[in-house]
């Protein structure tokens, strides 16, 4: 795929400029478009305008997108690369954005802080085959290894589901001042992610969301981001979030923060009922609590630490 002198579209670069309008600048052999604060109207005129041929984003960056009044019936043709990333893509949103950006190739990456941004990533090649749920494969230098996640001395074959461990040359060495998360997160140079995903027979790495957030109903392992996927699927929902919430007999239950499409309506037994149908019962949504939105870090994140503070709130009220 050509990509020299293909524009850009970046969000927040340019706020410490105290920019009133785009400012359009050279950078790395292609000419980047930076605007001072993200409006979804704004930010798809500028597309159009200044022709942009690769956008990057998070999901909910994407998702606010298509909730503009400004997209419908849109086609931005201009535009032959979409790449997402702080967050795992859903594929109601994706196939969405293809009407959006018909032209455009869609990849995905996936890294982090410790990791100076990017462990994997999408090659820029719509004939390598990038099935959802994908986020790539290891950039050069890189190794990621899945472990068992009661044994994390023991690497897991092709196939099976563990904790993401990774080591690379962009890995950093710890975290300064805080010699106990070091030892904690750090082992023989391998950075413990904190994620759990799998990797395919090609090298390619599925993410099924962080440990912390798995949750355990009656015994059994429930991963949120499938039950997200599931209900982002439903006409009536613009965002969701699903976390763990403490219940007596379960241990945890899995519940729901959906964000409902403006004009559209659902009640939560017809989201339960809608996730019911296509789950084992074991993974079935049992709360559904709907918000105007989702708390999110400025990386786009769903902040779902929050989103446990307002259940647990909820439960002490």
Do not use: C
């Amino acid at each position: 795929m050509q990509t020299t002198g293909i524009s850009a579209v970046v969000i927040g670069g340019a706020s410490g400029l105290g920019l009133a309008t785009a400012r359009r600048l050279r950078a790395g052999g292609a000419e980047v478009v930076l605007l001072d604060r993200f409006d979804p109207v704004r930010y798809l005129d500028d597309i159009d305008a200044h022709q942009v041929g690769s956008v990057g984003g998070s999901p909910t960056m994407y998702r606010a997108l298509l909730a503009s009044p400004a997209s419908a019936g849109r086609r931005l043709e201009s535009v032959r690369h979409l790449n997402s990333g702080a967050a795992p893509m859903d594929p109601a949103t994706r196939r969405r954005l293809a009407g959006l950006f018909p032209e455009a190739l869609f990849t995905e990456g996936y890294g982090l802080t410790e990791a100076t941004m990017a462990l994997a990533m999408w090659p820029l090649d719509a004939a390598a085959g990038t099935p959802h749920g994908t986020v790539g494969v290891a950039l050069p230098d890189t190794r990621l290894s899945i472990r068992d996640l009661l044994d994390p001395a023991r690497e897991l074959p092709v196939g099976e589901t563990g904790e993401l461990w990774a080591r690379g040359p962009q890995i950093t060495d710890g975290y300064e001042g805080h010699p106990e998360l070091t030892a904690e997160q750090y082992s023989d140079g391998w950075l413990r992610t904190g994620d759990i995903g799998r990797l395919d027979e090609r090298g390619r790495l599925f993410l099924s969301g962080r440990a912390k957030d798995m949750l355990l109903y009656k015994g059994y392992n429930v991963y949120p981001l499938h039950l997200e996927d599931i209900l982002a699927g439903h006409l009536a929902v613009a965002a969701v979030a699903v976390i763990g919430a403490p219940a007596a007999e379960a241990g945890e239950i899995p519940a729901a923060y959906v964000v409902l499409r403006d004009g559209a309506a659902a009640t939560a037994e017809e989201l339960m009922a809608y996730v019911a149908d296509r789950v084992a019962p074991y993974q079935r949504v049992r709360e559904v609590h709907f918000t105007d939105a989702l708390p999110v870090s400025a990386a786009g994140k769903v902040l779902k630490t929050a989103l446990r503070e307002r259940r647990a709130a909820r439960s002490a009220g």
